[in-house]
C-alpha cells in the first residue's frame, strides 16, 4: 500500500501525510477485505467492471471506524478531509458527503450512468456506499450505537457484520443489486430476517428497490432505479420477516438451522473464512442474482492515487 504527502494550499504550512488520516488507512485496508471475500477465498479477482462496489466498502469501512456516538444520521461525514486541509465536515473527495439527508446527498442509483456527474470506479462506488450508510442508520436508529467495535452489539456493529457476511455470499462480479440481495440474505441467516425490512428500506430510498434492474452485468451502468419496497415493508408489524415475496428470487426462503437467540457479533473475531455463515462459495443456491421482479434481475491528483 503507497501512501502519499499531500502539498499545503498555503505557503509555508506543513505538508500532511496520510498516514496520519485513518479514514484513508482504514478504506485501503477494506480493499483487501472486499477482494478476499467476495466470490469465495480462492479468488481475488471478483470485482472488475464498471457497476464494481469496491470503493464503496472501502469508504463504509472507513466511515464505520470513525464513526462517533455524537453522530447523528444527518451528520456530514467526507472522506480524505484531513489530507485536503478541510473541516470535520469538508466534503472530501467524494461527490458529496455522507449522509441520509437527501437536500445535503440526492445521490441515487439511476445517477451512476452519469459520467459527466460521477467517475468509475470512485463516483460509481459512492453510490453504493450511500445507500448502504441508509442502511447503517436505519439499524442504528433500532439497536443504538455501540463504540466497542469489536464485541459491541449496536446497530453500527450489526450492521458491519451482514456488510462483511455479504461479501461471503455474494457472487462472483456482483452487480448492485447481487451485492444488496447478498446482505439481505446474510440477515435471513444470522438474524432469522428480523432486519430485512430495514434493509431493504434503505436501498429503496437510494433507488435499489425492489422493482429496481442492474442491467444485468456488473459491465454495465445501464440500470433502472426503483424506490419500492416489498408490500410486507409497508405494514411489517405483522409481516414474517422471510416472507417470499420480501426475499430476492434465488434465496432461500427458510434460513439454515440456527439457534434464534444467536445475535451477529461486530467484527469477526476469526479469519473471515471461518465465519458460520459463509456457505460453499460455489453452491449456487446461496448466490442471490438480481432484483426478484426486474427482467434481469473527480480525479484529483494524488488523492486519487490514495484512494485506489
Not at 446474510?186 to 430476517?193: H, K, S, Y
Not at 422493482?211 to 445501464?222: E, F, K, Q, V
Amino acid at each position: 500500500m503507497t501512501m502519499y504527502e499531500f502539498r499545503s494550499p498555503q505557503a509555508n504550512t506543513l505538508n500532511r501525510d496520510s498516514d496520519l488520516d485513518s479514514g484513508i488507512i482504514s478504506h485501503e485496508y477494506c480493499h483487501g477485505l472486499s477482494r478476499r471475500l467476495t466470490g469465495g477465498a480462492s479468488n481475488s479477482n471478483c470485482l472488475n467492471g464498471d457497476q464494481e462496489a469496491g470503493e464503496g466498502w472501502s469508504d463504509l469501512c472507513s466511515l464505520f471506524v470513525t464513526a462517533s456516538a455524537t453522530d447523528t444520521r444527518d451528520t456530514p461525514r467526507g472522506l480524505g478531509v484531513y489530507v485536503l486541509y478541510q473541516t470535520p465536515d469538508g466534503r472530501g473527495i467524494r461527490p458529496s458527503v455522507y449522509t441520509t439527508n437527501m437536500d445535503i446527498n440526492n445521490f441515487t442509483y439511476g445517477q451512476i450512468a452519469d459520467r459527466n456527474l460521477l467517475t468509475i470506479p470512485h463516483g460509481v462506488g459512492f453510490v453504493w456506499a450511500t445507500a448502504n450508510w441508509e442502511v447503517y442508520w436505519n439499524m442504528v436508529d433500532r439497536y443504538g450505537f455501540d463504540p466497542d467495535l469489536y464485541k459491541g452489539n449496536g446497530g453500527n456493529n450489526r450492521y458491519f457484520q451482514l456488510m462483511v457476511d455479504g461479501l461471503k455470499l455474494q457472487k462472483c462480479n456482483p452487480t448492485f443489486l447481487d451485492a444488496r440481495n447478498a446482505i439481505i440474505q446474510a440477515d435471513i441467516i444470522n438474524n432469522r430476517g428480523a432486519n430485512v425490512c430495514l434493509i431493504w428500506k434503505g436501498f429503496a430510498k437510494r433507488g435499489m428497490g425492489i422493482n429496481a434492474n442492474d442491467g444485468g452485468d456488473i459491465r454495465t451502468t445501464d440500470v433502472t432505479e426503483d424506490f419500492n419496497v416489498p408490500p410486507e415493508c409497508l405494514n411489517p408489524t405483522n409481516a414474517p420477516s422471510t416472507s417470499p415475496s420480501m426475499q430476492p428470487s434465488s434465496l432461500p426462503t427458510q434460513p439454515p438451522s440456527r439457534p434464534p437467540s444467536k445475535q451477529p457479533s461486530s467484527l469477526p473475531t476469526q479469519p473471515p473464512s471461518s465465519s458460520p455463515t459463509q456457505p460453499p462459495s460455489s453452491s449456487p443456491s446461496q448466490q442471490p442474482t438480481t432484483a426478484p421482479t426486474a427482467s434481469k434481475s473527480g480525479k484529483l491528483g494524488k488523492v486519487q492515487k490514495v484512494f485506489d
